[in-house]
């Protein structure tokens, strides 16, 4: 039976072929547009760390003044970052299994061969837990001790492509690199680290793509002046600079093993808070916050909102086209009030005639999943063409294949199913009597 | 036209008159808000930055050793200008598009709130000039007014500088209905007078607000190792005017890094790119909705005409005229798409509410909604036309016999 009704489809289908290819070609871009920006967005909101990300959190405080009166480069709300007083304090009391904090930066790479040309490499300025606690793999060598950065030590870790480029397949541990006018010697390479996004990095438009290059300690690169990249917010009226308590411009992460230690770590933040205020600072109500790396992202906004954008306006496409599609097989269907009454005088069941109607349109529907599969590759080859740091995650996995084709059907099934069953409800007796 | 029984004929089609209404609400909502976003892009992507933007190209210097940058750039731009074609030069540290910001509140009272902040463009003297900013009231900076920025005591230039040059958009911000030129603000710790106004000049990045020429200009020279020199040529003359000067800094001093080689429209459209790519769907978007909407009104009228034929038939009959079907078809589309549009509109304002909460898109103005509603009226006649005309032509005894 299943073949027949197939048949039937088919000739149904060509009785209307304009219309046919319309409805196969309306589903079809509806669904390519969909699946096209739900990959995009799938692949940007991946796991940065599979498996430690649990494990990570921002602590955020809030040392601004109540009423601010001269915003010098200055944000509203709670900042996102910590100003070096507060991320020293934080880092010396030692109250998480780990905590490093951090900033970006851009240095001048200068190649050890005299004719070649200085090139900016990005990299991050951090303290020794950083590669621990984000469970970094060394190819050679290792990260730095606490003690090396009370010291100012002027090491460098470099990640593989800046090694490579360095000093080719040679190992690099002991060799000297010429940052900006300093030498750093070379303590570990790291084998080819790039989380998805950056996600300890100041969260903006540049955390999708190209990885740091160089990782070297946070008081070595205040002491040498070096530039920092970021937002470095300020406020009060005396000159700040970077030391000062009254300008945000660090990140800090921590690394909290059990659900109770991240109860403790809040409750710390908490009396840090009052803690501060005793000294006069923190005059805002204390409202420590401690968000888990997932929850970071998702609140700092990484996936940019242009891009959501483009999702909802794809699935409002799609639903547009459902719609239509159900609509123009419902009238289609009830056209044939005729042809189902006389099947169904003569003996065919409801049940009969759901199935022929619902296999019509499933035959819509898998051949408008098809050309959605098309659209859907044809639209991660444009999104590819973009000059962003994401373009080069927009590629289609497993997980996405089978979910365009579970899209696809399941579109068509649910708009088939409707107009099969208002078909397969037809009065025969009512319908034989006018004809 | 009799509205009672066309009543009753569609209300035998509930379910899919119901469906086609819901299409085009769902249409004329997202039709009006795409319409909106395309519209508040392409006035981001027209907006005027003030510059001659045809004429300039644009190099940027970042020196590997600190020492004495003034005199760095004294002598670096006596060798640009002294490359064929060049009419004019300048060192500067901010411009339209280059991303780099550095805004200050900007009180109109020694110690008082400040109410914007506005960005601080410093270079050398002549950038006026160079960049073809328009002087609409006042005068260009004198020559003893220029200071370093200081950069390395925190820009603390901006606590000494006697004199700013504001845009109009500023003036009139910070002095509302009232003469600027000469009035004295306070971004830093002293009174600046304002001596100057010019036309346009855009900030570094826009934003979505009002606030987009926020721009003052400050005779204050950039004493950082990063550095950006504006050229201005002729349109012509452009690449091997940026090819000439890359190697003019190179030769002068190796010890730097020479990038961002381009001219102003390289550095305006790659800023400009992701606007423009998303106008590029918007229209796609909005194009494709009202052609599946159309194809579903078309699709369903020449289903329905099809169903009628004996209908039409006996109304033909019993003296109903071709423009009496016409019209009976225009009339039903009417009330249905009209349904659909009065609910689309109601739609797209909740639709507006949503997007404003997540996206920070300003309201929609009230005028796209009844323009969102006659278009798909418009569309709706379009697409029901082909098979009311049709229906108008069938000949009533052919469709009597029950052919």
Redesign the interface.
């Known amino acids: 039976m299943p073949a027949y009704y197939f048949a039937l489809a088919l000739r149904s289908l060509r009785r209307s072929a304009a ?1 046919t290819a ?1 409805m196969i070609l ?1 589903i079809g ?1 509806g669904i390519g ?1 969909s699946m096209t920006m739900l990959t995009v967005l799938h692949v940007m909101s991946g796991d940065p760390l599979p498996g430690r990300s649990g494990l990570l959190y921002v602590p955020q405080l809030d040392p601004q003044p109540l009423e601010r ?5 200055a944000a509203p709300g709670m900042p996102d970052s910590l100003t070096w007083v507060d991320a020293a304090n934080l880092l010396q009391a030692r109250r998480a299994d780990r905590q490093a904090a951090m900033a970006g930066g851009s240095l ?1 790479v ?1 190649p050890a061969q005299e004719a070649a ?4 490499q990005p990299g991050r300025f951090v303290t020794a837990d950083f590669f621990p606690m984000f469970g970094a793999p060394f190819r050679a060598g290792t990260g730095w001790t606490a003690q090396d950065d009370a010291q100012r030590a002027r090491v460098v870790v470099l990640n593989a492509e800046l090694g490579r480029r360095l000093f080719g397949d040679a190992s690099a541990i002991g060799r000297t690199v010429r940052l ?2 300093t030498d750093f010697r070379v303590v570990g390479v790291l084998d080819d680290w790039r989380p998805q996004p950056t996600f300890y990095a100041q969260i903006d438009s540049r955390i999708f793509g190209r990885p740091d290059q160089f990782f070297l300690p946070l008081q070595t690169a205040l002491d040498l002046k070096f ?1 920092f990249s970021g937002n470095y917010a300020c406020w009060g ?1 005396d ?3 970077r030391s000062s308590d009254h300008c945000t411009w660090l990140q800090f992460w921590v690394q909290l093993d059990s659900p109770a230690k991240v109860r403790a770590y809040r409750d710390f933040l908490a009396d840090y808070w009052r803690g501060q205020q005793a000294h006069g600072r923190f005059p805002r109500p204390p409202d420590a916050r401690l968000h888990g790396l997932v929850e970071w992202l998702a609140l700092q906004r990484a996936i940019p ?2 891009l ?3 999702l909802w ?2 699935l ?2 799609l ?3 459902m ?2 599609i ?3 097989l ?3 269907f ?2 044939r009030s005729g042809e189902i009454s006389v099947r169904r005088a003569l003996g065919a069941r409801r049940r009969d005639i759901f199935v022929q109607f619902g296999v019509e349109s499933a035959v819509i529907g898998v051949a408008g999943g098809m050309l959605g599969l098309a659209v859907a590759g044809l639209g991660l080859w444009s999104v590819r063409q ?3 740091g994401y373009a080069q995650l927009a590629q289609m996995d497993v997980a996405m294949l089978l979910g365009t084709f579970a899209l696809a059907i399941g579109a068509s099934v649910l708009a088939g199913l ?1 107009p099969a069953w ?1 078909a397969c409800r037809v009065a025969p007796a009512l319908q034989l009597k006018t004809r | 036209m009799q509205l009672r029984p066309m009543l009753a004929s569609l209300s035998r ?1 509930r ?2 008159v119901l ?2 209404v ?2 085009v609400t ?2 004329c909502a ?1 039709v009006c808000n ?1 319409a909106f976003m395309i519209a508040q892009r392409m006035a981001q992507v027209r907006l005027p930055s003030g510059l001659a933007e045809n004429e300039l190209v644009t190099i940027e210097s ?1 020196s ?2 600190d020492a004495r940058p003034l005199a760095r750039h004294a002598a670096d731009l006596a060798a640009l200008r002294d490359i064929p074609g060049v009419v004019a030069a300048a060192a500067v540290d901010a411009l339209p598009f280059n991303g780099n910001n ?4 900007v ?1 109109t009272a020694p ?4 109410r914007l ?1 506005a960005t601080a463009f410093n270079g050398t003297p002549g950038e006026l000039a160079t960049l073809g900013l328009r002087l609409l009231e006042g005068r260009d900076f004198l020559p003893g007014e220029y200071l370093p920025v200081d950069s390395a ?2 820009w ?1 230039g901006l606590d000494r500088v006697p004199a700013t040059i504001v845009t109009k958009a500023l003036a009139e911000r910070l002095f509302p209905g009232q003469d600027a030129l000469g009035r004295l603000v306070y971004p830093g ?1 002293g009174p600046v007078r304002i001596v100057g106004v010019v036309e346009h000049l855009l900030r570094p990045r826009l934003r979505d607000d009002a606030g987009n020429e926020d721009s003052m200009l400050f005779p204050m020279l950039p004493d950082a ?2 550095v950006v020199y504006v050229l201005r040529t002729s349109p012509q003359q452009r690449g091997q005017v940026l090819e000439r000067a890359a190697q003019v800094l190179r030769q002068r001093d190796g010890n ?2 020479v ?1 961002r080689a381009q001219t102003f429209e390289q550095l305006r459209d ?1 800023y400009l ?2 606007d423009r ?2 106008i590029g ?2 229209l796609a ?1 909005a194009t ?2 009202l052609l ?2 159309a ?2 009104i078309a ?2 009228a020449s ?2 005409v ?2 009628r034929r004996r209908a039409i038939g006996i109304r033909r009959a019993v003296g109903a005229t071709r423009g009496d079907i016409l019209r009976y078809f225009q009339a039903e589309n009417f009330l249905i798409v009209g349904g659909g549009a009065i609910l689309g509109m109601a739609l797209a304002g909740v639709l507006n509410a949503q ?1 404003m909460a ?3 898109l300003p309201r929609l103005p009230l005028a796209y909604l009844p323009a969102g509603a006659a278009a798909l009226w418009l569309l709706g006649q379009l697409a029901v036309l082909g098979p009311a005309l049709r229906a108008a032509a069938l000949p009533p005894a052919m469709v009597m016999r029950g052919d």
């Open positions: 219309l319309l309306a871009l547009a009166n001269t915003p010098r480069r001048a200068r040309q200085p090139f900016f900006k006018d530039d009226s000159g700040g600079g909102g242009d959501r954008l483009q306006l794809a409002g496409f639903g547009v086209c719609v239509n159900v609509g123009l419902l009238a289609k009830l056209r973009r000059p962003d409707l208002r | 089609h379910l899919t469906l086609l819901l299409q769902f249409t997202i795409v970042d590997l050793d550095w805004s200050n509140g009180p110690d008082a709130p400040a902040t005591h925190d603390s710790n190792g990063n730097r890094i990038h790659d790119r992701h790519t998303m769907l918007l978007a494709g909705l599946v909407t194809v579903g699709g369903l289903f329905w099809q169903q997007l997540y996206y920070e």
